[in-house]
């Protein structure tokens, strides 16, 4: 080979890099070791091991992964989209919400009471698509920045509040919501 040509030579036989034909284990092993390299050099940028923390293609075949250990958040528990999440869970994150938009909690919590009671998975029995802690139709959801972006789904707690006490900041609250805004107070 010369210097002009690729280091990378496809064959009939299989990938051959720099003389040496490559087996599908050996593929692996060395895709292995560049994962490993970058999920280090991102460790030791967060600072979860020692800057001088090396991996070869040995260690990793010694490797034992029983030990390691993710840090666990320690405030609340991550919940799933399509998991019921507790009452009191969700009128924190209401409160939390409404503080950072500047709308009224007692409003929002009142709101929250009459469309779901408070539950993130409350489907509404009237033939209607609405669903989630402030009841949002598939067709609104769509038009949200938690769905365009994000692609969060409607049951998904945190988004739905979110997007329910964005609506109430920009005074939407009679228009999302006529029966429980007047419930409320809007």
């Known amino acids: 080979m010369n210097t002009y040509t690729h280091a990378l030579t ?52 010694k490797m034992d992964t029983a030990h390691i250990s993710v840090p666990q958040r320690q405030k609340s528990k991550g919940y799933a989209y399509n998991e019921r999440v ?21 409003k929002a919590l009142k709101i929250a009471e009459c469309e779901s009671g408070f539950d993130n998975l409350r489907l509404n029995h009237q033939g209607s698509t609405a669903l989630g802690v402030y009841q949002f139709l598939i067709g609104t959801w769509m038009n949200t920045d938690s769905f365009k972006i994000h692609r969060k789904a409607r049951t998904d707690y945190k988004a739905n509040i979110e997007e329910g006490i964005k609506a109430m900041a920009r005074g939407e609250a009679r228009q999302k919501w006529p029966h429980c805004a007047k419930v409320a107070g809007f």
């Open 10 to 61: 496809l064959t009939r036989a299989g990938i051959m890099t720099r003389g040496k034909y490559l087996t599908k284990k050996r593929r692996i092993k060395r895709f292995m070791y560049k994962t490993y390299t970058i999920l280090a050099a991102i460790m030791i940028a967060a600072g979860t091991i020692g800057a001088y923390g090396l991996i070869t293609e040995r260690a990793i075949e």
């Open 86 to 106: 507790p009452v009191e869970v969700v009128k924190q994150e209401i409160r939390e919400t409404a503080k950072q938009y500047g709308v009224n909690e007692v």
